[in-house]
């Protein structure tokens, strides 16, 4: 299996994610870590530990990162959305493991180094900690073999602002820091997550295959009762779980290379990813963006793994 790092704000979506990670034998997940964004940080450490624990793998480390943006402060947090403490008013039994003591950055850093095959790293909350990896461990970062984000829009607008997606909204300064560099990127935005829906139907496999099964299920519940209510759709988007799908299973989406920039002034248009798809670049900082998704299939995958791992 390859080496992941799971990068996150856990948040319904991302334990979706990082449970999806933990059902699929391509991948061993070798590092969490943990960031601000849908709610603040010690909770979304918090959340981290409890999913693992959730899956019988509180072994895996939680290293925590920033607790805030790079340069302005997140306008708000999204509890709304999320549950205010992020898992959407489910409480998960606590870990009994701690938290690891080293900076995100830092046990990211030693993770690049000490590896000898290519880690994959699926950034699925906002890009802080990536961006100051950059910063501060050029040449742990540049070992990165794959970085799988989830964030941005290429043609949907946003889902914060009529402008910006809500990973790039947190903090557009770290995405354009991400996005102008010359990893392997990925961008997984809302072109391809916003139609990919996990049903009622799929849910309920996966709830009745057993008690890790039917825990992302209750999480998932006030998430789906608020859709039903709101738009009429008995289905949720769960846009980290596609983001992770791809990195279990690359070229699950089909990705075109772009160049890109990140809107960083302080207007209506701040966070938006400026995508030009008027051409294919083949500039070093190009980002493989991802234009085209089978969602029956993506949504096929995910109830897959997930009954997958409940049923264990
Ligand atoms: C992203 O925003 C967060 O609320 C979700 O967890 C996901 O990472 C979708 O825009
Ligand atoms: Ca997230």
Avoid at 55 to 76: K, M, N
């Amino acid at each position: 299996p390859r080496p992941l790092v799971i990068d996150t704000d856990p948040g319904i979506d991302d334990a979706l994610a990082i449970l999806l990670a933990l059902g699929s034998p391509e991948v061993d997940l070798r590092l969490v870590t943990t960031v601000h964004g849908n709610v603040e940080l010690p909770q979304t450490t918090d959340n981290a530990l409890r999913v693992l624990h959730l899956a019988g793998r509180s072994d895996v480390p939680v290293a925590a990162g920033a607790a805030e943006s790079l340069v302005y402060p997140q306008p708000e947090r999204a509890g709304h959305v999320h549950g205010a403490a992020g898992l959407g008013g489910v409480q998960l039994p606590p870990s009994p493991a701690a938290v690891d003591p080293r900076p995100a950055v830092v046990a990211l850093a030693e993770l690049l180094l000490s590896s000898d095959e290519p880690v994959t790293v699926a950034a699925i909350g906002p890009w802080t900690n990536v961006a100051l990896l950059l910063a501060t461990y050029p040449e742990a970062a540049e070992r990165i073999g794959r970085l799988v984000l989830m964030g941005g829009s290429a043609g949907r607008g946003g889902n914060v602002t009529a402008a910006a997606e809500f990973n790039v909204w947190a903090d557009p300064e770290a995405a354009a820091r991400v996005l102008g560099s010359t990893v392997p990127t990925v961008l997984v935005g809302l072109d391809v997550t916003l139609p990919t829906v996990l049903g009622e139907e799929g849910v309920a496999r996966f709830a009745a295959a057993g008690p890790v099964g039917a825990s992302a299920a209750a999480i998932l519940q006030q998430y789906l009762d608020r859709a039903r209510g709101s738009s009429g759709t008995t289905g949720v988007v769960v846009h980290d779980a596609l983001a992770l799908t791809e990195a279990i299973v690359p070229g699950t989406l089909g990705t075109v290379r772009r160049d890109v920039v990140v809107d960083t002034t302080r207007g209506a248009g701040r966070g938006q990813t400026l995508v030009d798809r008027r051409a294919v670049s083949d500039s070093p900082t190009a980002v493989d963006v991802a234009e085209t998704v089978d969602s029956a299939a993506a949504v096929e995958f995910l109830v897959g793994r997930l009954t997958g791992l409940a049923a264990r």
